[in-house]
């Protein structure tokens, strides 16, 4: 696999959402959002136990590394083989953090990286210009805006091995199972570990709506203000930047501008003190086993774009 695909001759969009998916689509980008904004005055007085922490932290960092290992490092980018077991459950996982499908989520992403922060980018926040006004928008499109967006990034195009690959597009024909299994899960284990439908409700609404919006947040926020602020010790064609702030949450992604600078790169955070989670379990894989050719950080490849 390679991060941006060699053809140039099929169009960027293979199509336009119909008023239906849109209805779905803000369904599960808005509730959550919702729920978000809601947890804060229950957090202060009410409905937050030690089982819904716990499915929050189980569930977080399921889908967590289901993007970032899977989707990104992986079937983006190349960062390492993995067999077929493997391969289906990254996807598996990916989907549950209910950002988009396998095959939906690598072409945007391919695509992102073929055009970073140019025109065809579908989610930079400098298409607009640079004064405060034109960021303003600009972010607001990046964090979340560009998603309300009719266009369908060409999988043809941007992900064509992902399309040819009968197990993912399995995976992907039953992205509505995956998320409602995300949300199903948590509330039934809710349930069963109180043994009470309260201890449902609440783990359906934390470790389910509030979960999913958080990482939502999150994961934008590496398009949105990975792209905007933060140091740039490396070289890349972009306005990629480390944001240190995010580098828990997000299990490494925010080492933005290490990644632009070396997309295939297994380790995201390649200086001293950065933390990775994403890369460690990527390193437990590889001990184990379940992942082969991974791509290291080499220190000729750091030297040579680390800037003067």
Request: charged share 15%; hydrophobic share 50%; net charge positive.
């Amino acid at each position: 696999m390679t991060s941006v695909p060699s053809s140039t001759v099929k169009p960027l969009i293979s199509g336009r959402r119909g008023p239906a998916e849109m209805v779905v689509l803000k369904t599960f980008l808005l509730v959550p959002f919702v729920a978000l904004v809601a947890a804060v005055p229950l957090l202060w007085g009410w409905g937050l136990s030690w089982v819904d922490a716990a499915l929050f932290v189980v569930f977080y960092t399921f889908g967590t590394l289901g993007v970032t290992v899977g989707y990104h490092r992986y079937f983006t980018h190349g960062a390492f083989k993995a067999p077929r077991a493997l391969r289906i459950a990254l996807a598996v996982s990916g989907s549950m953090a209910v950002q988009g499908s396998v095959i939906f989520w690598v072409a945007s992403h391919r695509r992102h990286h073929a055009f970073a922060d140019r025109e065809g980018d579908p989610h930079s926040p400098w298409l607009f210009g640079t004064s405060p006004a034109a960021l303003l928008r600009g972010f607001w499109h990046a964090h979340m805006g560009w998603m309300f967006k009719r266009e369908v990034t060409n999988a043809d195009r941007f992900a064509p091995d992902l399309v040819g690959d009968r197990d993912l597009r399995l995976v992907n024909r039953f992205f509505a199972l995956w998320i409602a299994l995300s949300v199903a899960l948590p509330a039934a284990l809710g349930g069963l570990i109180t043994w009470s439908w309260w201890g449902a409700v609440t783990a359906f609404f934390w470790a389910g709506l509030v979960r999913i919006a958080l990482l939502h947040h999150v994961t934008w926020s590496v398009n949105s203000v990975c792209h905007l602020i933060g140091e740039r010790p490396f070289a890349s064609r972009d306005k990629a930047a480390n944001f240190w702030p995010l580098a828990i949450l997000s299990m490494g992604e925010s080492w933005h501008n290490s990644h632009h600078a070396d997309p295939t790169c297994a380790r995201h955070g390649v200086l001293r003190g950065q933390v990775d989670v994403s890369a460690r379990v990527i390193w437990l894989f590889e001990r184990f086993g379940w992942a082969t050719d991974v791509r290291w950080p080499r220190a000729d490849r750091l030297a040579a774009k680390r800037k003067a």
